[in-house]
């Protein structure tokens, strides 16, 4: 048993969880098969990112079993308490907006930062890696739709954090994220997918590193993958509702 965020939380798989993941998981990855059939694209280029966020221990531990290892959380606090008691072969990805005063503690778990939206954040990341000795990859946030209530670069500059990125001796700019429209019109979504995935294509001309889409959720993950998609980051299709 071990305590998260106050709750004490029973650290074993019992069979519901297991059956119910189980279940969710070889649905979705039907799906995603399905889809990438329909539109011509290799199942191995789209990576499943269970997103695994206010989740039990038990779930995360199910989800193991079962054979997936990238998680993706979006506070630090809450993948550092997670990553500490589960198996250390697992890829953690952080998902979620990351003050300056929590790289290092990121940092000590994260291989993957999808949420980065600032050229002082991108330096930051840098300085703590080479201080601490860690590698880390990291996707550049895009606000494609400018919607206030969003984070994430402007496209214009884009380009300007790329250059700052290229020197940099522990951290790879290796794509994009983006998070789909606001609204929930089918072809809003769309068109912010095929924006990105313009992008993508444009800036990786000049830097090669540039491949990975980081886009798609429970709800749009059928509409990300035929835009290029090669994250996606599902968490209540797969692992039911969040519990705290
Ligand atoms: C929570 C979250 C997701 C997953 O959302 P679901 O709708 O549960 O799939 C994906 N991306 C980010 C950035 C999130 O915070």
């Given at each position: 048993m071990i305590n998260i965020h106050g709750k004490l939380i029973f650290y074993c798989v019992d069979n519901m969880a297991f059956e119910f993941l189980s279940e969710n998981l070889k649905n979705l990855q039907t799906s995603i098969a399905e889809i990438c059939r329909k539109c011509q694209?290799?199942?191995?280029?789209v990576t499943l990112l269970p997103v695994t966020k206010r989740q039990p221990l038990e779930k995360l531990q199910a989800l193991y079993d079962l054979g997936e290892r990238h998680f993706a959380e979006n506070r630090v606090q809450e993948m550092l308490e997670k990553a500490e008691v589960l198996p250390k072969d697992l890829v953690w990805h952080l998902i979620g907006p990351l003050q300056s005063n929590k790289v290092r503690h990121a940092l000590s778990y994260a291989s993957y930062i999808h949420s980065v939206d600032s050229i002082k954040l991108l330096n930051r990341i840098e300085r703590i890696a080479q201080e601490d000795g860690k590698e880390v990859k990291v996707f550049l946030q895009i606000?494609?739709?400018?919607?206030?209530?969003k984070s994430g670069f402007a496209e214009a500059d884009l380009d300007a954090a790329l250059k700052v990125a290229?020197?940099?001796?522990?951290?790879?700019?290796?794509g994009l994220m983006t998070m789909g429209?606001?609204?929930?019109s089918e072809e809003e979504t769309k068109e912010v997918f095929s924006k990105l995935r313009e992008l993508r294509d444009k800036w990786q001309i000049e830097?090669?590193?540039?491949?990975?889409l980081s886009m798609g959720m429970s709800g749009d993950y059928q509409l990300a993958i035929p835009e290029g998609a090669t994250y996606i980051r599902v968490g209540s299709l797969l692992l039911g509702n969040r519990e705290y």
């Open positions: 694209r290799e199942v191995s280029e606000n494609i739709t400018g919607e206030e209530q290229e020197s940099f001796l522990k951290t790879t700019v290796v429209a606001v609204s929930d830097y090669p590193e540039l491949k990975q």
